[in-house]
């Protein structure tokens, strides 16, 4: 590992640990309460994810790891791009407060298979996330394209063409069932809905600066569910 390389695994072991404590903030705070066992699962599943990819992308793609911690609505280079991403950072906030207030206040009951299905949800959307980031190491947090980059047209992109984005959607939908909310389910839409916001924007930006992306959505027409978008 060479000087660039271990500053870039420096800069995303730092992001890792800040993203700890928000969520912590994030679920503790409106909870009242540090007795939350859903949310001490969900924590330890979520950030041993994050870290055992951090960990594989450090040793097998660094130039990735790199790509993947420039990400939020400044790092953003498109206007609409930054917008959109302020959008799902808040709509992403949500889908954790929303539980956390829920197991503050009572607002509903779930059972322990639920919770287990959230967490199975959760391990499901990381694993897709994963193959794709073995397939794809141009897969940036931004909508960019890259001096070399081409089109990927294998792997979970024979599939559908943005199978990133289906990864998070799972993840995301897991998140209220596995912080033991019924309630907390209300924030998957709004958060779908701005994920398909960006998927259609960023979709617009490829066929303009990415050769070839053209001929690939004829040959893969499905944007998120094969045979139905």
Request: aromatic fraction near 10%; charge should be positive; avoid cysteine.
């Amino acid at each position: 590992m060479d000087a660039a390389e271990a500053k870039v695994t420096v800069k995303a072991a730092v992001g890792l640990a800040q993203l700890s404590i928000m969520f912590g903030v994030a679920l503790f705070v409106p909870a009242g309460t540090l007795h939350f066992v859903e949310a001490w699962v969900f924590l330890a599943l979520f950030l041993t994810a994050s870290l055992a990819i951090t960990v594989y992308l450090a040793k097998s793609d660094p130039a990735l790891l790199g790509r993947r911690i420039q990400a939020g609505p400044m790092a953003e280079k498109e206007r609409a791009q930054k917008i959109i991403q302020g959008v799902a950072s808040l709509a992403f906030l949500a889908t954790i407060v929303v539980p956390a207030l829920d197991h503050r206040f009572g607002w509903s009951r779930v059972p322990l298979s639920a919770v287990i299905t959230g967490d199975i949800l959760i391990a499901l959307g990381f694993l897709i996330v994963f193959l794709v980031f073995k397939q794809n190491t141009f897969t940036s947090s931004t909508i960019e394209v890259a001096a070399e980059q081409r089109v990927i047209d294998s792997g979970p992109y024979a599939v559908v063409r943005h199978p990133m984005y289906v990864g998070g959607l799972v993840l995301v939908a897991g998140i209220p069932l596995a912080l033991g909310s019924f309630v907390g389910l209300v924030t998957f839409p709004p958060f779908a809905a701005v994920i398909i916001w960006r998927l259609l924007d960023e979709e617009k930006f490829l066929v303009g600066h990415l050769a070839g992306y053209e001929a690939y959505r004829e040959k893969t027409p499905y944007r998120l569910i094969p045979r139905v978008w």
